[in-house]
C-alpha cells in the first residue's frame, strides 16, 4: 500500500512524498536523519490529506481554488527555468533565508544514472528502477528541504520532460502534469524566471561554455567551474544557436503553464539582478512567508558579464 510523507514541525504538517514504503521502511519508519513520518493511507484520499479538508473525490482544479482562497500554505515550489536566467542567484538568496529550502536543481542530469550519481546512490542497491528512482525523490526532499520544512526545486526546461516520465512511475494514474506534481509535493508554487533579454544571455551561454566559469561568489572567487579556463572568443553562429535554443526552451515552458491552466509568478532577470531584495521578498511574501526576512539577505553571487560583453553585443548588433 502507498503511503505519503508527512512532514511534522510548528505551523507545518503535511504530505511531502506520496509513495510505496522502500523495502524495511513501514508504516511509522523514519529514514535516517529524517524529520518525518509515514501516515498510512489510500491513494483516493491525497486530495483531502492535502487540503485537510473536503471529500477524498473532488477535482484537482477545485483543490487548487480552495487552497488560494482559504491560503493553505505552500510546501515547495519550483522555479522553472533555462539556463543563463539568474537561477542560481535566486536559489542562493531563497536558501539564505533560512526558512525557504535549499532550493537547486535536484533533478538535474536527465538520465537515471545522472540522479544517481547527484544524489551519491548506487544502482546496484536497488532491485528495480523505481525503487532506484523512489530513493532519488527521497534523497532529493531531504536536500531541498534543508533544515525547513519547505522543499525548493530548480528546474531546467532541458531537464523538465525526462522528471515527469519519472514521477509517473512513483504517482501513477490519469491526471495532468501539475497534478502530478502535487499529489508528490503538496501544494506547490510555480515560479517562472526568465531572460527576455535574448542576445545577452546567449552571449552569457556562450562565454559560460568557452572559458568553463559558470558563477563567482559575490566576493569574485569561483564558485562554479565547469572546464579548465579557456579565452574567450567572439562566435555569431554559436551566438545565434544559443539565442535560438534559449527561445524554444522559454516557448515550452509557456506552452506547459498554459497546457496545465498554470498562472507562474513571473519573475525576470532584469528584476532579479537589479533588485534581488524586492524580487526575494516577493517571493517569500507568495509563499506565505515574512517579506521583511529578506532585508537582511546579501545577493551570494556576482555578475560575469563585464565590457567583454559589451562589446561582443555591439558587435553582433552591427552585423545583423
Not at 56 to 72: E, I, L, P
Not at 169 to 197: N, Q, Y
Request: hydrophobic share 40%.
Amino acid at each position: 500500500m502507498a503511503v505519503p510523507f508527512f512532514c511534522r514541525s510548528p505551523g507545518r504538517v503535511g504530505p511531502i512524498l506520496w509513495l510505496p514504503p522502500l523495502p524495511g521502511l513501514g508504516a511509522g519508519a523514519a529514514l535516517p536523519g529524517a524529520r518525518f513520518r509515514h501516515l498510512r493511507a489510500p491513494r483516493a484520499d491525497v486530495a483531502s490529506l492535502l487540503t485537510g479538508r473536503g471529500p477524498a473525490d473532488m477535482t484537482w482544479q477545485r483543490f487548487r481554488s480552495d487552497r488560494a482562497m482559504t491560503g493553505k500554505p505552500f510546501r515547495s515550489y519550483i522555479i522553472c527555468t533555462v539556463p543563463r536566467s539568474g537561477s542560481t542567484l535566486l536559489c542562493g538568496l531563497l536558501a539564505t533565508t533560512g526558512v525557504a529550502g535549499d532550493p537547486d536543481s535536484h533533478f538535474h542530469a536527465p538520465s537515471l544514472e545522472g540522479w544517481l550519481t547527484d544524489h551519491d546512490l548506487k544502482r546496484a542497491d536497488f532491485a528495480s528502477d523505481r525503487d532506484a528512482v523512489r530513493a532519488v525523490f527521497e534523497a532529493a526532499l531531504m536536500r531541498g528541504r534543508g533544515d525547513t520544512t519547505m522543499f525548493g526545486l530548480r528546474m531546467q526546461r532541458g531537464s523538465f520532460d525526462f522528471f515527469m516520465e519519472q514521477l509517473k512511475l512513483l504517482v501513477p494514474g490519469e491526471m495532468s502534469d501539475a497534478e502530478r506534481i502535487e499529489a508528490a509535493f503538496g501544494p506547490t508554487l510555480f515560479i517562472h524566471l526568465s531572460r527576455p533579454d535574448r542576445l545577452d544571455q546567449a552571449i552569457s551561454r556562450l562565454r559560460a561554455e568557452q572559458t568553463g566559469l559558470w558563477h563567482r561568489n559575490a566576493d569574485g572567487s569561483e564558485l562554479e567551474r565547469l572546464a579548465p579556463p579557456q579565452e574567450p572568443r567572439y562566435d555569431a553562429a554559436a551566438i545565434r544557436r544559443h539565442m535560438a535554443a534559449q527561445e524554444a526552451l522559454d516557448a515550452a515552458w509557456e506552452g506547459w503553464f498554459r497546457q496545465e491552466g498554470l498562472n507562474p509568478l513571473r519573475i525576470t532577470y532584469d528584476a532579479l539582478s537589479t533588485g534581488p531584495q524586492q524580487v526575494l521578498a516577493q517571493v517569500l511574501s507568495a509563499l506565505d512567508f515574512d517579506p521583511a526576512q529578506a532585508r537582511s539577505v546579501v545577493p551570494p553571487t556576482a555578475k560575469l558579464a563585464d565590457a567583454l560583453s559589451r562589446e561582443w553585443r555591439c558587435r553582433f548588433e552591427s552585423e545583423t
